[in-house]
């Protein structure tokens, strides 16, 4: 997750798409916070990782279908 959303971050800044760099950083963010605890679950309130999973994918499919 930590590897897929840093490319995505990445991305998102290299096309002109800083919606998806900003939900990444955040996904970044959360996965950082639990390694640095050493969990073993992300612990979010109101499913706050799968939200924003969620956004990004929504945000991927509106690109998708834009561009063609």
Do not use: Y
Request: hydrophobic letters at 35%.
């Amino acid at each position: 997750l930590s590897i897929s959303s840093h490319r995505l971050k990445g991305a998102g800044g290299a096309f002109g798409f800083p919606e998806l760099s900003e939900i990444s950083s955040k996904i970044m963010e959360l996965v950082k916070q639990a390694r640095d605890s050493e969990l073993q679950e992300i612990p979010l309130p109101d499913n706050q990782l799968h939200d924003l999973i969620d956004r990004l994918n929504q945000r991927c499919q509106q690109i998708t279908k834009k561009a063609g």
